[in-house]
């Protein structure tokens, strides 16, 4: 792979993705065996006029290390240097930058019920400060190959063979070539997602109700104040970014807790560094009710018992079968891609810009309003071939959304 094909790839990551505006600071969360392309997003960092930028790096081999040999209360503890950390966050509000390559299996072997008690317990610390950046800063995920998640996606090719492979497979997702313009090419898809999103939020939507060969029947309700979203987002301050790179999906925060029927997963879910394969959800009276899986039954049991509204939807999204990331036919095993080739459901929080006049509304009246609260946000793919979803107005009337896995609003 060319270099000045990836230094244009951490260009685009920087200046479309997290839109790092002069005097801010930035904050990136990174592998350590993806260091050599992390001095490339920071190097860009300052280019743009970043005051700031600071690493977190990760290692799942020592993560995995720290899950077998600490207790469960030493995992917990968050140490005084840690809340402050997060406080300087809440309160400076940085970019922040996800850099994506880890292995799928990383954490496989780990115990989920301790990883779970460990997750609940480091929430009751960090949610007053999530709280406080939500919809205030920008930040965007974007992906690179690791050498054990490349050989996962081609594991008939030899490990450079494979990176390169995949490498390929990520810089045709974010259109990113030897001789184009990306940055040009971004402003032209966000053009096309705010298009989509106004013609889904012209009919305003009561329910939609899902339908496929494989088992899914599936209603789920929106609420009045529901809308579309798609693509990049503003932020509270103005400042227009890309959260997901690449992304193909619209999406919505649906009525908490109002949701019926049973829905079919099509791709394998990776959850904290666990694989679940071929699993369902049936929901009753908004909550799932009972789960089955093939693969990862306890990782699934683990995470519904998360909190309150692990049970419940914060998101329904449209991703039509006939689409750039679907039609590359690879399953990546991550949740960034694969989640962008099949239509998906996220079990937990809702996004609370998915609601008309959410800036001037608090945490507690969007809750009130319909809007799910959550420690988790798990996104799982149910799209397939011949799914049909019938969306039923407010007024009365049912248009079909999608017919044999695509759009046909």
């Not at 997901?244 to 394998?268: H, L, Y």
Request: aromatic share 10%; charged share 25%.
């Amino acid at each position: 792979m060319k270099k000045s094909t990836i230094k244009k790839y951490a260009r685009l990551i920087v200046r479309i993705g997290a839109n790092v505006q002069k005097g801010q600071s930035v904050v990136i969360s990174c592998s350590v065996d993806q260091a050599d392309f992390c001095a490339l997003v920071v190097d860009e960092c300052y280019k743009a006029g970043a005051k700031y930028v600071n690493v977190q790096w990760s290692d799942d081999r020592v993560t995995r290390l720290k899950f077998r040999n600490e207790s469960v209360k030493t995992l917990s503890t968050v140490l005084k240097w840690q809340e402050e950390r997060m406080k300087w966050t809440a309160e400076e509000l940085p970019c922040r930058i996800h850099i994506v390559s880890e292995d799928p299996d990383g954490l496989k072997g780990v115990n989920p019920t301790k990883m779970q008690k460990v997750a609940v317990n480091t929430y009751k610390i960090s949610k007053k400060y999530n709280d406080m950046m939500e919809s205030r800063h920008q930040w965007t995920i974007a992906a690179v190959p690791g050498e054990a998640w490349a050989k996962k996606v081609f594991p008939g090719l030899r490990k450079n063979q494979a990176i390169e492979k995949l490498w390929r497979a990520i810089l045709e997702t974010v259109y990113v070539t030897d001789d184009n313009d990306p940055i040009a090419v971004w402003n032209k898809v966000n053009a096309d997602f705010k298009a989509r999103c106004e013609k889904l939020n012209r009919d305003r939507f009561e329910y939609l109700h899902y339908t496929s060969s494989n088992g899914t029947d599936f209603k789920c309700w929106l609420m009045p104040q529901s809308k579309w979203c798609g693509g990049g987002e503003y932020d509270l301050n103005g400042h227009f970014f890309n959260p997901n790179m690449p992304t193909i999906e619209v999406f919505t925060t649906p009525m908490k807790g109002k949701a019926e029927g049973k829905v079919v997963s099509t791709k394998p879910l990776s959850y904290r560094g666990q694989l679940v394969e071929n699993f369902s959800f049936t929901f009753k009276d908004g909550k799932v009710v009972s789960c089955e899986a093939e693969k990862g039954q306890k990782v699934l049991e683990e995470m519904l018992e998360s909190d309150e509204g692990s049970k419940m939807i914060g998101e329904l999204a449209l991703v039509q079968q006939d689409s750039p990331i679907s039609n590359q036919n690879i399953l990546y095993y991550e949740t960034l891609f694969d989640e962008n080739a099949s239509c998906h459901i996220a079990l937990g929080r809702g996004y609370r810009e998915c609601v008309e006049g959410y800036d001037k509304m608090t945490a507690d009246e969007l809750s009130e309003l319909g809007v799910n609260r959550s420690m988790i946000h798990v996104d799982f793919m149910i799209g397939a071939p011949d799914m049909n979803i019938v969306g039923h107005t407010f007024d009365g009337k049912d248009i079909r959304i999608f017919k044999n896995g695509s759009f046909v609003i």
